[in-house]
């Protein structure tokens, strides 16, 4: 049995480790705001984080098509700004896995912010650490299941990835054409064997990401503020 090609493997991890990166960093402070503030517009903000949990992937898909699209607000001003388009590129399907996977980083995040409570970034500002300082030698080591979890599931939820990139991205090979869309396309002519071969591998990677949270859960009992 021939192997099926492994350039949409590493073009899914590729995009995996940068969406990963990219929340990561944008996620924290949205889980740190959405953790600490009494403001009203909390349940909103809420709300649309929460989204991509609950739309189809082509509806999303559909909407940052229109918006990344040459005719769209985004997608105008990266063509006046690098002379080529967000839709059908690689950069078009970051965008959109960002939006998609938001919630597999904010939540996990949030959700430990909370337990923690600001405590600790309290007693360190007492002792003369500024916000960053305390931020970053405080609170991050007691975030750490947080992290951990938010950037396995981020990663793992963005290696899935189908309805979103097939709609802003398309399949062209070597560009956007990542595992999920090769699989369908393999179902599509009847290489069941090819399809196989990467189905199997996404489930046994998907189990042992779940495997991984779990037994990390136990290792690392939440803090208590």
């Known amino acids: 049995m021939d192997l099926p090609d492994a350039g949409p493997l590493w073009l899914s991890l590729r995009l ?9 960093v944008a996620g924290t402070a949205l889980a740190w705001w959405l953790a600490g503030t009494r403001s009203r517009l909390k349940p909103l903000v809420e709300a649309v984080t929460a989204l991509p949990l609950v739309l189809p992937p082509t509806v ?7 918006v990344l699209s040459p005719n769209g607000p ?6 006046d700004a690098t002379g080529t388009t967000l839709t059908f590129s690689f950069a078009g399907i970051v965008i959109g896995s960002v939006f998609y996977s ?39 080591p007691m975030a750490l299941r947080g992290y951990l979890t938010a950037a396995v ?15 802003v991205g398309g399949s062209i090979p070597g560009r956007t054409k990542v595992i ?6 393999h179902v599509e002519t009847i290489d069941y064997a090819a399809a196989h071969v990467l189905s199997a591998g996404l489930l046994v990677f998907s189990f042992l990401v779940l495997v991984f949270v779990y ?11």
Do not use: K
């Not at 985004?74 to 063509?79: F, H, Y």
């Not at 599931?153 to 709609?167: D, K, N, S």
């Open 60 to 66: 999303l898909g559909f909407y940052l098509l229109v």
């Open 16 to 24: 995996a480790f940068i969406t990963t990166a990219i929340l990561l």
């Open 180 to 185: 999920s869309i090769a699989i369908y396309e």
């Open 102 to 140: 938001l919630p597999f980083a904010v939540q996990p995040l949030q959700a430990t912010f909370e337990t923690i409570g600001r405590g600790p970034m309290e007693a360190a500002a007492m002792l003369r650490a500024t916000p960053f300082d305390a931020f970053v030698s405080v609170m991050s």
């Open 74 to 79: 985004v997608g105008r001003l990266w063509l």
């Open 153 to 167: 599931l981020t990663f793992a939820h963005t290696i899935g990835e189908f309805g979103v990139v097939l709609m």
């Open 215 to 225: 037994a990390m859960n136990r290792r690392f009992p939440g803090h208590r503020g």
